[in-house]
């Protein structure tokens, strides 16, 4: 199993573009997590799925933050406009719905808003 | 107050010494606890997965959990240099999804 899958790793933009961060869980986990982490705040949780529907998006911190999950195999997190503060690690997690509390997360993708 | 304390460190270490990483909670409903570790640029993995109090041991690892005072600790025995890392601890109150709290990790540097 080649685990979480985030693209892109790192993504550099300058204030107010458009960024698009990727996902594929693993094979058959029914729930799908969107955290971002930073030094100040640590590791937060945006939203998360179960089978392919929003279930919880109270942390997405405004609405130029919305996240989709159009099938069971990938997810995206759109950031629009971007701004410098939105600047930190974006991670990906999932996990079967028999142990949601075990969550397998991705590599992450690094981003730095100019 | 946050829900979830954890001491940022940074922590150093010698080479084959025992390491003591602690978290305290404010929620006493917490009854799931995790410890996490992710190494530098990558996503965290977990470690240790224990249910309300008591000590659980894997390897060199042991994790403890004391609900009367909502700490809860992870031990590391005979430490090693690939075991410098950021230790996240977590914990939820119900075995649901949406609920699950972070502290903001610990980073341990263990020294050959």
């Known amino acids: 199993d080649a685990g979480v899958i985030q693209s892109p790793r790192h993504e550099v933009t300058e204030m107010g573009q458009e960024v698009t961060l990727r996902c594929k869980p693993i094979?058959?986990?029914?729930?799908l997590f969107w955290y971002r982490q930073t030094m100040m705040r640590g590791l937060e949780l945006l939203i998360y799925f179960n089978n392919n529907v929003p279930i919880d998006d109270s942390g997405m911190p405004e609405d130029r933050f919305s996240a989709k999950m159009p099938n069971a195999s990938f997810s995206t997190l759109k950031i629009q406009p971007s701004e410098p503060r939105d600047s930190a690690v974006y991670f990906c997690a999932s996990s079967y719905k028999s142990n949601q509390e075990t969550q397998y997360f991705g590599p992450g993708t690094r981003l730095l808003v100019l | 107050q946050k829900e979830v304390e954890q001491d940022p460190g940074p922590l150093s270490v010698p080479e084959g010494a025992i390491v003591s990483l602690n978290c305290t909670y404010s929620n006493s409903a917490f009854q799931y606890f995790m410890w996490y570790r992710q190494y530098s640029r990558k996503g965290p993995e977990l470690l240790m997965y224990?249910?309300?109090?008591g000590n659980k041991e894997d390897g060199r690892f042991t994790a403890q959990v004391d609900k009367s005072s909502k700490y809860i600790s992870l031990f590391i025995r005979d430490s090693q240099p690939s075991d410098s890392a950021t230790y996240l601890c977590a914990m939820s109150a119900y075995s649901g999804a949406n609920n699950l709290f972070f502290g903001t990790g610990t980073r341990l540097t263990v020294i050959p």
């Open positions: 224990t249910y309300s109090s």
């Open positions: 094979s058959g986990h029914d729930y």
